[in-house]
């Protein structure tokens, strides 16, 4: 039998999706997903534009993978540069 377990905190337990429709919750748990499988695949820097709802989840992501991260929010986009793994 298959056992499943939760790789990462999801961080929608104190009403961070109230008011976001379902799509939209679709959306950014897609979107989630997607960097979530970038940063496993461990290039050593890169990227991405996200949804500003998903800068404080994939913050913490990263902090559990150690590795640095700059979230900066413009023009309705957030952009999230990922650095190399904090070796100190």
Same mark, same amino acid.
């Given at each position: 039998? %298959?056992?499943?377990?939760? *790789? #990462? !905190?999801f961080g929608i337990d104190n009403g961070e999706? &109230?008011? =976001? !429709? +379902?799509?939209? #919750?679709? =959306?950014?748990?897609a979107e989630f997903a997607m960097?979530? =499988?970038t940063l496993q695949a *461990? !290039?050593? &820097?890169f990227t991405l534009q996200i949804h500003p $709802?998903? %800068? %404080? $989840?994939c913050l913490a992501l990263c902090g559990l993978r150690k $590795?640095? +991260?700059k +979230?900066?929010?413009e023009g309705?986009?957030? %952009?999230l540069n990922v650095g190399a793994e904090i070796t100190s």
């Open positions: 039998m %298959t056992t499943y377990s939760l *790789d #990462a !905190p999706l &109230e008011g =976001v !429709p +379902a799509r939209g #919750a679709f =959306v950014l748990g960097f979530f =499988v *461990d !290039p050593a &820097e $709802r998903n %800068t %404080t $989840r $590795r640095k +991260a +979230a900066t929010t309705g986009w957030t %952009t």
